[in-house]
């Protein structure tokens, strides 16, 4: 089992095929799946009791079934996309990624696009202009040592 999965331009939308990580879990998970069902080379992943293989819309209505009894309304299919993404955007920074690095992983060609998913956080907004404001309160207490109270240059 590999540690990635190859998404083949045929298997997205347009040109974004790409080489995705597979988190440890998953792995882990499918591993375990992979010893239990022994499946041939070519076999699907995800099946239904009536075929070896499914359809797009077939997944979308089990996801939808999935949210109905968990409570989850107002949800779809396309949910967990614009979660991950989201949540990649707001911690690609802690693991010294960027944007593009999020961009990549959501196979858009446009910043644009992967822009539209992330959902704005304002506590967020709130504490990175106070954590960007630590040094500019550093800088006045430095002049004001160097200068006095009333920052004059000069002071002499």
């Given at each position: 089992m590999?540690?990635s999965?190859?998404l083949?331009?045929?298997?997205?939308?347009?040109?974004?095929?790409?080489?995705l990580p597979?988190?440890?879990?998953?792995?882990?998970?499918?591993i375990?799946?992979f010893?239990e069902?022994?499946p041939s080379?070519g076999d699907?992943?995800?099946?239904?009791e009536?075929?070896?293989?499914t359809?797009?819309?077939?997944?979308v209505?089990l996801?939808?079934?999935?949210y109905?009894?968990?409570?989850?309304y107002g949800?779809s299919?396309h949910?967990?996309?614009?979660?991950?993404?989201?949540n990649?955007?707001?911690k690609?920074?802690t693991?010294d990624?960027?944007l593009?690095?999020v961009?990549?992983?959501?196979?858009?060609?446009?910043l644009?696009?992967t822009?539209?998913?992330i959902?704005?956080?304002?506590s967020a907004?709130?504490k990175?202009?106070?954590?960007?404001?630590?040094?500019?309160?550093?800088?006045v207490a430095?002049?004001?040592?160097?200068?006095?109270?009333?920052?004059?240059?000069?002071?002499?």
């Open positions: 590999g540690r999965i190859h083949q331009n045929a298997a997205s939308k347009g040109r974004s095929g790409r080489i597979l988190h440890n879990e998953l792995r882990a998970a499918l375990d799946l010893r069902s022994a080379p699907f992943v995800i099946r239904t009536r075929s070896k293989r359809s797009a819309q077939v997944i209505n996801f939808a079934r999935w109905e009894i968990l409570g989850f949800c299919s949910s967990g996309r614009r979660t991950f993404i989201t990649a955007a707001r690609i920074s693991v990624g960027s593009r690095d961009q990549i992983l959501a196979g858009h060609s446009n644009r696009t822009q539209r998913y959902e704005p956080n304002a907004r709130i990175v202009v106070q954590l960007i404001g630590r040094p500019a309160r550093a800088a430095s002049r004001r040592a160097w200068h006095g109270p009333e920052g004059n240059f000069d002071q002499a």
